[in-house]
Protein backbone atom coordinates (compact mmCIF):
# COMPACT_ATOMS: atom_id res chain seq x y z
CA UNK A 1 0.00 0.00 0.00
CA UNK A 2 2.71 2.23 0.91
CA UNK A 3 4.55 1.88 -2.73
CA UNK A 4 0.95 2.80 -4.50
CA UNK A 5 0.16 5.76 -1.95
CA UNK A 6 4.29 7.12 -2.86
CA UNK A 7 3.25 6.84 -6.33
CA UNK A 8 0.44 8.93 -6.51
CA UNK A 9 2.05 11.27 -4.27
CA UNK A 10 4.86 11.88 -6.51
CA UNK A 11 2.88 12.19 -9.53
CA UNK A 12 0.65 14.90 -7.84
CA UNK A 13 2.82 17.24 -6.37
CA UNK A 14 5.29 15.08 -4.20
CA UNK A 15 8.35 15.54 -6.73
CA UNK A 16 7.96 19.12 -7.05
CA UNK A 17 7.58 19.60 -3.55
CA UNK A 18 10.66 17.63 -2.74
CA UNK A 19 12.29 19.34 -5.65
CA UNK A 20 11.59 22.98 -3.87
CA UNK A 21 12.95 21.25 -0.51
CA UNK A 22 16.32 20.29 -2.53
CA UNK A 23 16.77 23.70 -4.13
CA UNK A 24 16.32 25.57 -1.21
CA UNK A 25 18.98 23.09 0.46
CA UNK A 26 21.23 23.55 -2.02
CA UNK A 27 21.10 27.43 -1.81
CA UNK A 28 21.17 28.00 1.79
CA UNK A 29 24.29 25.46 1.97
CA UNK A 30 26.29 27.74 -0.50
CA UNK A 31 25.43 30.23 2.28
CA UNK A 32 28.13 29.17 5.19
CA UNK A 33 25.38 30.40 7.86
CA UNK A 34 23.00 29.06 6.33
CA UNK A 35 23.90 25.04 6.32
CA UNK A 36 22.27 23.77 9.59
CA UNK A 37 18.92 25.14 7.46
CA UNK A 38 19.74 23.68 4.53
CA UNK A 39 20.53 20.12 5.94
CA UNK A 40 16.61 20.73 7.30
CA UNK A 41 15.56 21.16 3.79
CA UNK A 42 17.31 18.53 2.57
CA UNK A 43 15.60 16.09 5.69
CA UNK A 44 12.04 17.52 4.40
CA UNK A 45 12.74 16.71 0.92
CA UNK A 46 13.65 13.08 2.06
CA UNK A 47 10.17 12.81 3.93
CA UNK A 48 7.88 15.30 1.31
CA UNK A 49 9.66 12.88 -1.93
CA UNK A 50 8.17 9.45 -0.33
CA UNK A 51 5.99 10.31 2.79
CA UNK A 52 4.28 6.95 2.95
CA UNK A 53 6.06 4.30 5.34
CA UNK A 54 7.77 6.77 7.36
CA UNK A 55 7.43 8.57 10.79
CA UNK A 56 8.77 11.87 12.42
CA UNK A 57 9.40 11.60 16.02
CA UNK A 58 11.17 14.23 18.68
CA UNK A 59 14.71 13.86 19.25
CA UNK A 60 15.71 16.57 21.36
CA UNK A 61 17.90 15.21 23.04
CA UNK A 62 21.18 16.42 21.74
CA UNK A 63 19.86 20.17 20.28
CA UNK A 64 19.55 22.03 23.55
CA UNK A 65 18.69 26.03 23.25
CA UNK A 66 20.64 26.16 19.62
CA UNK A 67 17.87 23.77 18.17
CA UNK A 68 15.33 25.96 19.88
CA UNK A 69 17.16 28.88 18.18
CA UNK A 70 17.25 27.38 14.68
CA UNK A 71 13.81 26.50 15.33
CA UNK A 72 12.63 29.95 15.49
CA UNK A 73 14.36 31.68 12.71
CA UNK A 74 12.60 28.47 10.46
CA UNK A 75 9.53 29.53 11.92
CA UNK A 76 10.10 33.10 11.17
CA UNK A 77 11.42 32.60 7.53
CA UNK A 78 9.21 30.06 6.04
CA UNK A 79 8.21 27.15 8.33
CA UNK A 80 4.64 29.17 9.51
CA UNK A 81 3.82 29.54 5.76
CA UNK A 82 5.12 25.83 4.78
CA UNK A 83 2.64 24.46 7.69
CA UNK A 84 -0.04 26.52 6.74
CA UNK A 85 0.15 25.35 3.14
CA UNK A 86 0.16 21.47 4.35
CA UNK A 87 -2.62 22.37 7.18
CA UNK A 88 -5.07 23.49 3.84
CA UNK A 89 -4.06 20.57 1.55
CA UNK A 90 -4.77 18.50 4.25
CA UNK A 91 -8.10 19.55 4.82
CA UNK A 92 -9.17 19.93 1.43
CA UNK A 93 -8.03 16.54 0.37
CA UNK A 94 -9.55 15.13 3.77
CA UNK A 95 -12.98 16.77 2.50
CA UNK A 96 -12.87 14.44 -0.33
CA UNK A 97 -12.59 11.53 1.36
CA UNK A 98 -11.25 9.31 -1.43
CA UNK A 99 -8.23 11.87 -0.54
CA UNK A 100 -7.63 10.75 3.11
CA UNK A 101 -4.79 8.93 3.10
CA UNK A 102 -2.78 11.84 1.72
CA UNK A 103 -4.45 14.40 3.97
CA UNK A 104 -2.86 12.55 6.65
CA UNK A 105 0.41 12.54 5.04
CA UNK A 106 0.40 16.40 4.88
CA UNK A 107 -1.23 16.62 8.26
CA UNK A 108 2.43 14.51 9.22
CA UNK A 109 4.22 17.25 7.44
CA UNK A 110 3.04 20.03 9.66
CA UNK A 111 5.38 19.04 12.80
CA UNK A 112 8.56 19.03 10.48
CA UNK A 113 7.82 21.46 8.42
CA UNK A 114 6.76 24.15 11.43
CA UNK A 115 10.00 23.39 13.75
CA UNK A 116 12.26 20.93 11.72
CA UNK A 117 15.65 21.10 14.02
CA UNK A 118 15.21 18.34 17.30
CA UNK A 119 13.19 16.12 14.69
CA UNK A 120 14.27 12.44 13.62
CA UNK A 121 12.25 10.37 10.14
CA UNK A 122 11.96 7.07 11.37
CA UNK A 123 10.57 4.05 8.84
CA UNK A 124 7.88 2.07 10.04
Not at 38 to 57: D, E, I, S, T, Y
Not at 69 to 86: D, E, K, P, R
Not at 87 to 114: E, N, V
Request: proline share 3%.
Amino acid sequence: MNLIGNLIWLVFGGFLAALGYFFGGLILCVTIIGIPWGLQCFKLAGLVLLPFGKKVVSDSSNMGCLGFFCNIIWLISGGLYTAIVHICMGLFLFITIAGIPWARQHFKLIDISLMPFGKRVLYD
